[in-house]
């Protein structure tokens, strides 16, 4: 079993091109290259989804000979002299408690793997590698991914989608956050900064939700504020908790984007990151001429984009938040409110819960199925039970207030959809401590009475429900016997079930 250090050394290693530049790497897969109108370059992957199935680590899941031995392909294929091989390294993390060098290998030529991936972290400068990833897109019809976290190695078989080897960094930068007393999170983070008198204050904002279920658009979008109070956006994708109550950022380059119904009136900086040349396209319609038609799923829903952060006007130039005081969970369950305000147990239940709707970057086959998946991060490594418990006790210890907001419909008879005016009077209200509250009894909440801008009371959920006693009691029981599979989970935190 091979530690970062025990692979053949790129820089001495003559069939290794070690750390081409970035126009190197895409002339690599120009034979693969539709180039965009734009001046982009645009893939379509044979793999459109993560392998989440075809996955498996060595804390979690009990290894063998078979698995190991995925291992060991990976180093001989480095090795052998008549491979052309392909070696970048990048920087995850800028934080010092939470920054590692990263190593990808991979075939030449899938170099456009190595172009989208480079541009999402930042250059190594030399250091040693702290994780070392060895990705092999033909070396098997049916994908293999082995994770060994304590050695930080990950070798995956079978598979050319870039997300595979942008995660397989990622999940090892959240385990060693958690390894480290803080917590790795699935989240998006930004800074508000508002208007108090003749000064200013800044609130720290995290958002946790699946892929593809509103995480980056809420992450990025402005509030429609004006100078001088305004919206940084500090990460897209993934956070690290520290105790000190910090959240450090880990992909310094660029944001992976879905592009699905992009549109230029509703997320113009967006669209206009993704139109730039410096973007790279991953599976995302266009014509033969150049033409993008980001309406069109002709590859599937999962189209990706990488784009470099310095193409958008509200990311900041940093990527750690030094301190963050509200939390939201992103859910689309038709029995809660555009947003309530949760307790610290109630917090580590929403984190437990994970209540969202499939999307394409995990399960194309179930798209708009409703799913849990604990702290709606599918790369957790260890227990789930005692990241909860993690979870609780960080927010509790830095005070962060937690909310859950709704950005489906909310009620299943006469259902009334929240939209993106509601989410950002329910947001920006958070932020000014302008919403107030009401304790309501039937849903076990704590729910606005008030909002500015919005009338909430279309949106009880008692009134759009039929039945609905009915239908809050088969939710609660559903929930308890989801929250028993958790080993470990606190009682306090089972007993504050909403």
Not at 20 to 46: F, Q
Not at 300 to 313: K, S, Y
């Amino acid at each position: 079993m091979p530690e970062p250090g025990e692979y053949p050394d790129p820089a001495t290693a003559d069939h290794v091109t070690y750390n081409p530049s970035l126009a190197e790497l895409r002339e690599l897969s120009a034979s693969d290259e539709v180039t965009t109108e734009y001046g982009s370059p645009s893939y379509v992957s044979e793999h459109r989804s993560r392998s989440a199935d075809a996955t498996a680590n060595a804390v979690d899941d009990e290894f063998g000979e078979a698995d190991y031995d995925v291992f060991a392909r990976g180093v001989e294929w480095v090795e052998d002299p008549d491979n052309d091989v392909v070696c970048v390294d990048r920087v995850v993390g800028r934080h010092p408690e939470t920054s590692h060098v990263c190593r990808l290998f991979l075939p030449a030529e899938y170099g456009r793997i190595a172009l989208s991936w480079a541009k999402l972290l930042e250059p190594a400068r030399g250091r040693p590698p702290d994780f070392v990833t060895v990705q092999l897109p033909d070396a098997t019809d049916d994908p293999r991914i082995r994770v060994h976290p304590d050695r930080g190695v990950t070798t995956v078989l079978g598979s050319d989608y870039t997300g595979e080897a942008k995660k397989s960094f990622l999940r090892l930068f959240m385990h060693r956050a958690k390894r480290r007393g803080g917590l790795g999170l699935h989240a998006g983070s930004k800074r508000v900064t508002l208007a108090d008198g003749d000064d200013t204050r800044d609130v720290g904002q995290l958002f946790l939700g699946l892929s593809g279920t509103g995480k980056s658009t809420l992450t990025s979008h402005g509030l429609w504020l004006d100078e001088p109070e305004g919206v940084e956006m500090i990460q897209d994708d993934v956070c690290a908790l520290l105790p000190s109550g910090t959240v450090a950022g880990s992909e310094g380059g660029g944001l992976y984007v879905k592009t699905i119904g992009l549109d230029a009136a509703e997320q113009p900086e967006l669209h206009r990151a993704v139109t730039d040349e410096s973007a790279v396209l991953e599976n995302v319609a266009v014509d033969d001429d150049g033409t993008v038609r980001f309406d069109e799923p002709r590859y599937g829903r999962n189209a990706r984009a990488t784009v470099r952060r310095d193409r958008l006007e509200s990311s900041a130039d940093g990527i750690d938040l030094d301190r963050v005081d509200q939390v939201f969970f992103i859910t689309r369950n038709p029995l809660m409110p555009p947003i309530a305000r949760l307790s610290d147990e109630q917090a580590a239940i929403a984190f437990m819960l994970g209540e969202s709707v499939e999307t394409s970057a995990g399960d194309p086959s179930r798209v708009g199925e409703p799913i849990r998946v604990v702290g709606t991060n599918p790369f957790i490594v260890g227990s789930e039970g005692e990241e909860g418990n993690r979870f609780r006790d960080l927010i509790a210890d830095l005070d962060i207030e937690c909310y859950v907001i709704n950005t489906g419909a909310v009620g299943t008879d006469d259902p009334i959809d929240v939209g993106v005016e509601e989410t950002v009077a329910v947001l920006e209200g958070a932020a000014r401590n302008r919403i107030e509250w009401e304790r309501d009894d039937d849903l076990g909440l704590t729910v606005p009475s008030a909002v500015p801008g919005i009338e909430v009371d279309r949106f009880a959920v008692a009134d759009r429900v039929d039945e609905f006693e009915a239908a809050r009691d088969a939710l609660r029981d559903d929930r308890r016997e989801y929250l028993d599979r958790f080993d470990g989970l606190d009682d306090e935190i089972r007993d504050a079930m909403y």
